[in-house]
């Protein structure tokens, strides 16, 4: 069974810049998340999609952080325009529904460096 | 408000002595409890979890957890460490009214040779 899929891993970029980020998720999954993961802590929330649809996108700053899930399988995110702080690991995970009883799988992570 | 702890930022272990790493919830109800572990350069990899029933959780690469609710933990262990378990482990609670996973601040084990 092959994971979740994730491009770029590394991506460096100035600040004001805009970024995508690319997943694939397991398939037959049909809920996908989006965290992000700041040196040193424990990954956060940011999105997330049952199939096509927003169940919690409350901790996304929808100022500059946008994502879609079209069709219900591949997801990016963007973020336009960046700042230093969002300097992070974004990580994207898949399980097979929104029950928070399924575990989720996760991608290798794109490592993001705004300058 | 609602959290898992992980008090311990690093955690060393001498190859072949039990290990332990710590998790305490502050979550009202019944929360599912889970552990990950990330390597270096790579995503997280689910390990067990607790949802109900059993108090002891077996998972995967011989480690179990145990689910106390009068002392609201959750450790990681194993009898015998690995140098290959070194990595970095995460705590992580989820339901009790919530869809989200809400993680702990991470521990780094380090086995020793």
């Known amino acids: 069974e092959a994971g979740v899929a994730q491009s770029p891993r590394y991506k460096i970029i100035e600040k004001r810049q805009s970024v995508a980020f690319w997943c694939n998720p397991i398939?037959?999954?049909?809920?996908l998340y989006w965290y992000q993961q700041i040196l040193g802590q424990g990954p956060k929330l940011l999105i997330q999609?049952?199939?096509?649809?927003?169940?919690?996108d409350s901790q996304l700053p929808k100022d500059r952080f946008s994502a879609e899930r079209l069709k219900g399988v591949d997801s990016t995110l963007k973020i336009q325009p960046a700042k230093l702080e969002d300097s992070a690991v974004y990580l994207c995970?898949?399980?097979?529904?929104?029950?928070?009883?399924?575990?989720?799988?996760f991608g290798p992570g794109t490592r993001l460096t705004v300058t | 408000a609602q959290s898992v702890a992980q008090p311990e930022d690093q955690v060393n272990v001498a190859e072949g002595n039990p290990l332990t790493v710590k998790c305490t919830y502050s979550v009202s109800g019944n929360p599912y409890l889970f552990w990950y572990v990330q390597y270096p350069n790579r995503g997280l990899q689910f390990l067990l979890k607790?949802?109900?029933?059993?108090?002891l959780v077996k998972g995967s690469y011989g480690f179990e957890a145990e689910f106390n609710k009068s002392q609201t933990s959750f450790h990681l262990k194993k009898p015998s460490a690995l140098v290959s378990d070194s990595a970095l482990y995460f705590c992580a609670y989820g339901g009790a009214g919530s869809y989200q996973l809400t993680f702990g601040k991470g521990t780094k084990l380090s086995v020793i040779p």
């Open positions: 999609f049952q199939n096509n649809g927003v169940v919690d």
């Open positions: 607790y949802i109900t029933g059993d108090n």
């Open positions: 995970a898949s399980s097979l529904d929104s029950d928070p009883a399924y575990e989720q799988y």
């Open positions: 398939s037959g999954h049909a809920t």
